[in-house]
């Protein structure tokens, strides 16, 4: 370890009300650094290889929001509520291609998928990183691919999907004390994009190559809805805090799409009015690569990364009236499409995540963040504009309290 490294104090903010997240006190203990086999022939490392920097906060029982940044390699840390100042660095040089993250408040762990999404990408794998001693615990690697996973509220098991190169569509199941696989389940050809609900019992499995939304029983391993058919394969997307309506995305589609998951019905069908998107001229295939739902779920924000714009709807009506334009926010750093010479994951296609008490919306692959009321840009953090892998955690006392997804979910229960 570094020297230099400190752990993150507790922190102070706006409290988080009606989200229904977890709050644990949890400490952690040392761990020597090892390898073994396990029966899947995944290789497990305990490690320390993480260096860590930060100016030392003042601690209380007061709550503080920190926004954490995954570029390749690093972890930027931002203090919400201090003007999005930046906090900390940590140094995961491991971690190249990151895919998906995950945190659980209730056993202080990060969670980073990293490596080959499936096909002719290759294999992945997922290291755990302690947020109180500020080490890496774990890191597996596995037979197949990677990509952006859900965990489950307890904080107990992982969904991942195997990649959006991989045929198979399977989610496998992970013990997230090991990463080791326990149960898969069966979903869209394209494993891709995975969100859990608040409750845990069901979680939507997105595959790139499938043109339904599948929803599983977190009990049962198995799909017991069907949600589309959809416009052409499930790209980013989100849902209500209630589990009755779905927000997604397309290939090919520059818009998105609101269905019931009750019914399993597409309900509307968005275009941006004035917008027009080329593959000739960007191309990336998801031209709407971005959606996030507002906590109060009054508002839905989707990525138009060709013409460098952020599009926000009045989603207050739903179901039984259609989302309405509120306002076209042109980005002031726009995005450029694909990066070459890269790894992994090489288009920069956009991401949208809104703070947990909605008043800030940051845009992945841009850089840009806005505060959601007035549609201004507030700041500018620069690793976000390498990367759409970030999400939210929150402090008291020194331990986190309360997690975001990357994906912007609603909240109201």
């Known amino acids: 370890m570094s020297p230099s490294r400190i752990r993150l104090p507790a922190l102070a ?10 709050i644990a006190l949890g400490c952690s203990s040392g761990v020597k650094a090892q390898s ?11 490690s320390a290889a993480a260096a860590s920097s930060a100016p030392r906060l003042a601690s209380g029982r007061s709550l503080h929001r920190y926004e954490y940044v995954f570029p390749d390699g690093s972890i930027y840390v931002y203090d919400i509520d201090a003007g999005q100042r930046l906090v900390q660095h940590v140094s995961l040089p491991m971690a190249r291609g990151i895919r998906g993250v995950v945190a659980s408040p209730s056993t202080h762990t990060l969670y980073i998928s990293y490596g080959g999404d499936g096909g002719s990408n290759g294999s992945g794998s997922l290291l755990a990183y302690d947020l109180l001693g500020e080490r890496v615990l774990w890191q597996r690697s596995y037979r197949t691919g990677i990509d952006s996973m859900a965990i489950s509220p307890d904080g107990a098991r992982i969904y991942m999907p195997t990649g959006e190169l991989d045929s198979s569509g399977v989610w496998e199941v992970l013990d997230a004390r090991d990463g080791h696989p326990i149960a898969s389940i069966q979903g869209g050809s394209g494993a891709h994009n995975t969100v859990m609900s608040l409750d845990g019992r069901r979680v939507y499995l997105g595959g790139r190559e ?9 009990t049962t391993n198995r799909v017991v809805k069907s949600i589309g058919p959809l416009r052409s394969g499930v790209r980013p997307f989100t849902i209500n805090g209630r589990q009755t309506l779905a927000f997604t995305t397309a290939t090919g589609f520059l818009g998105f799409q609101i269905s019931s998951v009750t019914s399993g019905r597409v309900l ?12 000739a001229s960007f191309a990336p295939s998801a031209p709407s690569h971005g959606i996030s739902l507002s906590p109060d779920e009054r508002q839905v924000w989707v990525m138009d990364a060709p013409n460098g714009y952020v599009h926000v709807f009045d989603v207050s009506g739903l179901p039984g009236r259609g989302p309405r334009l509120l306002r076209n926010v042109r980005l002031s750093h726009p995005l450029s499409g694909e990066e070459s010479p890269c790894s992994y994951d090489c288009a920069r296609d956009g991401w949208i995540q809104h703070s947990l008490d909605g008043r800030f919306v940051y845009v992945g692959d841009s850089g840009d963040v806005f505060e959601a009321r007035t549609f201004r840009r507030v700041a500018y953090l620069d690793p976000l504009r390498n990367t759409r892998k970030m999400l939210e955690i929150d402090w008291r006392g020194g331990v986190p309290v309360a997690t975001s997804s990357r994906q912007g979910l609603g909240y109201v229960r």
């Open 13 to 22: 903010a706006a409290p988080i009300a009606a989200l229904g997240l977890l």
């Open 36 to 46: 073994a086999q396990t029966g899947s022939g995944a290789s497990v490392v305990v």
């Open 210 to 218: 499938h043109n339904y939304l599948e929803v599983a029983d977190t």
């Open 268 to 279: 509307y069908t968005q275009s941006f009015p004035g917008f027009s998107w080329s593959a």
